[in-house]
């Protein structure tokens, strides 16, 4: 029983190239949130889908960041024009209920390195 | 904005002794909740204790929550080595989606 898989792992862009970001949440959740961790901080909020729909995108940037959770494959988050303020560990998490009564289950993160 | 807030951000104890952390918040909560991130790692959860509880244990851990002064605290028994990692509480906010996390407390335990 697989749990939250993320991939890559590592990530390296330049600046103004395209990051895509995947999680293929656990078997029987179709809740996903996605967060980012700088180094020594905690978990900031970005956005929170159901299949195929976005619930709350309230701590993702406007521009150049989108995410989906699709019907069929892996929820992605997309990163447009990086820059090197984008550089951080992006963790995926999945839930079966989307409750904040219930707990996360973790993926192990994309470092994305922006050069 | 932030809710939960750990204290202290870094601790540093010897193994077999216990660790105490603890965790505020701001406003009124259904529950809160503990997860370990182990260095470059995912964060995997602990505890999660409701508003209408005191205290709760897991294994060595024991989690207590006082609504009236907006704090929990996670203590950890007779630590260990494998136990080194930043240990991060997070809140729920009512009427919301989203999970609100402090920044963490780093948990070192030395040999």
């Known amino acids: ?115 | 904005s932030q809710q939960g807030e750990e204290d202290p951000q870094a601790l540093s104890i010897q193994e077999g002794e216990n660790a105490t952390m603890n965790c505020s918040y701001k406003t009124s909560i259904n529950n809160l909740q503990w997860y370990r991130q182990n260095s470059g790692r995912g964060l995997v959860h602990l505890i999660l204790i409701r508003s209408n509880e005191r205290e709760k244990h897991s294994g060595r851990l024991r989690v207590t929550l006082d609504t009236s002064k907006k704090s929990s605290s996670l203590l950890i028994t007779a630590s260990r080595a494998a136990d080194t990692a930043s240990y991060f509480c997070a809140t729920d906010e009512p009427s919301n989606y989203q999970l609100i996390w402090g920044a963490g407390t780093k948990l070192i335990i030395k040999p």
């Not at chain 1, 889908?49 to 309230?58: A, R």
């Open chain 1, 1 to 115: 029983n697989a749990g939250v898989m993320q991939n890559p792992r590592h990530l390296v862009r330049r600046r103004g190239q395209e990051a895509r970001l995947r999680c293929s949440p656990m078997k029987g959740h179709s809740h996903v949130y996605w967060y980012r961790q700088l180094p020594e901080e905690g978990l900031k909020f970005m956005v929170y889908l159901q299949k195929e729909n976005i619930i709350d995108e309230s701590g993702m940037p406007k521009e150049r960041f989108s995410a989906e959770f699709p019907k069929e494959g892996p929820s992605i988050l997309r990163i447009q024009q990086v820059v090197r303020g984008d550089s951080a560990a992006y963790f995926c998490a999945s839930s079966p209920q989307g409750s904040t009564n219930e707990k996360l289950f973790f993926g192990s993160g994309t470092q994305l390195s922006v050069l």
